[in-house]
């Protein structure tokens, strides 16, 4: 097994802290401004105020108050959307597996969902149906269930002739409890190591959408939305309402794929044979 990789864990770990303590941790309300003290540098450049760390926006509200709570925004959209792919797409792939016929029809399901970008479908849906965060963890969510829908269905397929499995139906088990009891189990680690890719993917789609304007409304506070503000007053020189969001994003997104990469390590049977 590849060695853990501690740093990258602690990093995620103070990260993922300070987004769940963001009411406690932020200096100010995220959304209150003060247009006396806009674009202000950060404390450490002249004319930095000390009582704003990392400097205000162009409506005088506070960075580092909106990145704390930009950053509970996308681990909840990575989390909970991801969370509604998992619930909908292993239950399809266990059945798919396990019954030929009505695995078909999913497959069929599922080739049509992959044939059209997440991003596209996400884009189109959340433009007519309009901003919100509740809105696009749905859509995400939904959108995502035919990958571990299909990837459940592959593993079921190579457990599904196993002694275990034959055992269980010899004693007349009813198929949820063969599916749920006895494979379930079994196909897990392969769901996991999906899970660690796709919440990284999902933070990132967010702040994307968001920073098009077809992600968060704009009443909450996002890293993709700070990002998007802060590209008019880029080349003015204000650069920290645009770099310090994006730096916090990708310290987000680059510690949870490296913890990805190792989970993907460590638990896919695939690459453990490789790697031996």
Same mark, same amino acid.
């Given at each position: 097994?590849?060695?853990?990789?501690?740093?990258?864990?602690?990093?995620?770990?103070?990260?993922?802290?300070?987004?769940?303590?963001?009411?406690?941790?932020?200096?100010?309300?995220?959304?209150?401004? +003060?247009?006396?003290?806009?674009?202000?540098? @950060?404390?450490?450049?002249?004319?930095?105020? @000390?009582?704003?760390?990392?400097?205000?926006?162009?409506?005088?509200?506070?960075?580092?108050?909106?990145?704390?709570?930009?950053?509970?925004?996308?681990?909840?959209?990575?989390?909970?959307?991801?969370?509604?792919?998992?619930?909908?797409?292993?239950?399809?792939?266990?059945?798919?597996?396990?019954?030929?016929? $009505?695995?078909?029809?999913?497959?069929?399901?599922? +080739?049509?969902?992959?044939?059209?970008? &997440? $991003?596209?479908?996400?884009?189109?849906?959340?433009?007519?149906?309009?901003?919100?965060?509740?809105?696009? /963890?749905?859509? /995400?969510?939904?959108?995502?269930?035919?990958?571990?829908?299909?990837?459940?269905?592959?593993?079921?397929?190579? !457990?599904?002739?196993? !002694?275990?499995?034959?055992?269980?139906?010899?004693?007349?088990?009813?198929?949820?409890?063969?599916?749920?009891?006895?494979?379930?189990?079994?196909?897990?680690?392969?769901?996991?190591?999906?899970?660690?890719?796709?919440?990284?993917?999902?933070?990132?789609?967010?702040? &994307?959408?968001?920073?098009?304007?077809?992600?968060?409304? /704009?009443?909450?506070?996002?890293?993709?939305?700070?990002?998007?503000?802060?590209? +008019?007053?880029? $080349?003015?020189?204000?650069?920290? &309402?645009?770099?310090? @969001?994006?730096?916090?994003?990708?310290?987000?997104?680059? &510690?949870?794929?490296?913890?990805? +990469?190792?989970?993907?390590?460590?638990?896919?049977?695939?690459?453990?044979?490789?790697?031996?």
């Amino acid at each position: 097994m590849p060695r853990f990789p501690w740093f990258t864990a602690l990093v995620l770990l103070l990260v993922v802290l300070a987004a769940i303590l963001a009411p406690w941790l932020a200096p100010h309300p995220p959304l209150e401004g +003060d247009l006396m003290r806009q674009h202000l540098p @950060p404390a450490w450049l002249p004319g930095g105020d @000390p009582a704003f760390p990392l400097g205000t926006d162009e409506q005088g509200r506070d960075i580092l108050s909106n990145i704390l709570f930009g950053l509970r925004v996308s681990l909840s959209v990575g989390f909970f959307a991801v969370l509604i792919s998992v619930l909908l797409g292993v239950p399809l792939g266990l059945m798919a597996g396990y019954s030929r016929r $009505f695995g078909e029809l999913v497959m069929r399901l599922v +080739d049509v969902q992959l044939s059209v970008p &997440t $991003f596209l479908i996400a884009l189109v849906v959340l433009a007519l149906w309009g901003a919100g965060l509740l809105k696009l /963890i749905l859509v /995400i969510g939904v959108v995502g269930w035919a990958a571990y829908a299909r990837l459940v269905r592959g593993a079921v397929l190579s !457990e599904r002739e196993r !002694e275990y499995v034959l055992a269980a139906e010899a004693l007349g088990l009813s198929t949820p409890r063969v599916l749920f009891r006895h494979i379930l189990p079994n196909v897990l680690s392969v769901v996991l190591v999906q899970v660690s890719v796709d919440v990284p993917r999902v933070i990132l789609l967010e702040a &994307t959408l968001s920073f098009l304007g077809v992600g968060v409304s /704009i009443e909450t506070p996002s890293i993709g939305l700070m990002v998007k503000r802060g590209m +008019d007053y880029l $080349f003015s020189g204000v650069w920290w &309402t645009t770099a310090l @969001p994006g730096l916090a994003l990708m310290l987000l997104v680059l &510690t949870t794929n490296l913890l990805g +990469d190792w989970m993907r390590d460590a638990f896919d049977p695939r690459r453990r044979r490789v790697n031996r």
